[in-house]
């Protein structure tokens, strides 16, 4: 199975800050990733395919980059409304799909 | 809209058995790949399996820890996406939730296994 290692788990940061998080693949994925964002109680929404491509309807606020095993993931400011766990997804090789064990953001 | 809607969560006793549905609309239910991926309270996501479209044989995939136990079906004539749950244990309590290709999601239903 293809093992997801993000981080980091958890981060505090500034409203207007430039958040980062990284993913890591344990074997070449291409670019077969996805970033989901899920608020408390609800459902993942995802923000980013395919590595790098912006959901329709996302702010242009998030973005992703990468290929092959290493991955980011880029709040360019962030914003009270982003406050949330966001999971990395790959989808190279299932089963089985495999997520990152998740990064909870939160505002200093 | 694209809308994802599961039913059939609840309270069963360990060793029990529990069918969930997902009902579509609002795209080509029979064009898509479906998943089931579930949430264990306070934990994070796992994908628990896949059903592809006609056009890939209907061919299913699950994960190592329910495969044998958990079974994925669906019926394009109802839009409807199944999850037959067999010889349950505690460790399947969860929220599960049906993605359609991964990119929209319900918003879930609760199965507590516990006696």
């Known amino acids: 199975d293809i093992q997801m290692t993000q981080s980091p788990s958890s981060l505090s940061a500034s409203v207007g800050d430039r958040v980062t998080i990284t993913c890591q693949a344990s074997?070449?994925?291409?670019?077969?990733l996805n970033w989901y964002q899920q608020k408390p109680g609800k459902a993942p929404k995802l923000l980013i395919y395919?590595?790098?491509n912006l959901e329709t309807g996302v702010p242009s606020r998030f973005s992703g980059s990468g290929s092959g095993t290493d991955f980011t993931f880029t709040i360019s400011s962030l914003q009270p409304e982003d406050i949330a766990t966001y999971y990395c997804?790959?989808?190279?090789?299932?089963?089985?799909?495999?997520f990152g064990g998740g990064t909870k953001v939160e505002i200093k | 809209e694209v809308q994802l809607v599961e039913s059939g969560g609840g309270l069963v006793q360990p060793g029990g058995s529990l069918r969930l549905s997902c009902a579509a609309s609002?795209?080509?239910?029979?064009?898509?790949?479906m998943d089931w991926v579930r949430q264990a309270p306070g934990k994070g996501l796992e994908w628990v399996g896949r059903?592809?479209?006609?056009?890939?044989?209907?061919?299913?995939e699950y994960a190592a820890s329910v495969k044998g136990r958990f079974t994925i079906s669906r019926d394009d004539s109802k839009n409807s996406l199944y999850l037959q749950m067999n010889s349950l244990k505690t460790e399947d309590t969860a929220v599960y939730y049906c993605?359609?290709?991964?990119?929209?999601w319900g918003k879930g239903t609760t199965v507590t296994v516990s006696s």
């Open positions: 395919d590595a790098s």
């Open positions: 074997q070449d994925i291409s670019n077969y």
């Open positions: 609002g795209f080509t239910f029979s064009d898509h790949y």
């Open positions: 993605a359609s290709q991964m990119d929209v």
């Open positions: 997804q790959q989808y190279d090789n299932l089963p089985p799909i495999t």
């Open positions: 059903t592809r479209n006609k056009a890939n044989s209907y061919t299913t």
